[in-house]
């Protein structure tokens, strides 16, 4: 009895799914991609972009300050009277 009611369960089901509209299949295809991406993880990424982007200056200016660079810098603008 049971094995009936869950074949006629499965049955109603694949029904359900080949009446759905074109709206409900992509609204579930979409809900499923979203669920995928959202188990994503890309903090690695923007940790790698980051460190791309700012070890470069931090290591620029690093240098022009022991350097003495930035006081020359300093030195060179002064506004006198």
Same mark, same amino acid.
């Given at each position: 009895?049971?094995? !009936? @009611? ?11 799914? +080949? ?5 409900? &299949?992509?609204? &579930? &295809? &979409? !809900?499923? %991609? %979203?669920? !995928? ?7 690695? %990424? ?14 620029? @200016? +690093?240098?022009?300050? %022991?350097?003495?660079? @930035? ?9 006198? !009277?």
């Amino acid at each position: 009895m049971a094995e !009936k @009611l869950a074949q006629q369960y499965r049955d109603s089901q694949a029904g359900l799914v +080949a009446q759905q509209t074109a709206f409900e &299949r992509r609204q &579930r &295809r &979409r !809900k499923e %991609f %979203f669920e !995928k991406e959202s188990s994503r993880d890309d903090g690695g %990424f923007f940790l790698v972009t980051a460190a791309v982007i700012l070890l470069p200056a931090i290591g620029i @200016l +690093a240098i022009a300050y %022991f350097s003495g660079y @930035l006081d020359q810098l300093s030195d060179t603008y002064t506004i006198t !009277k």
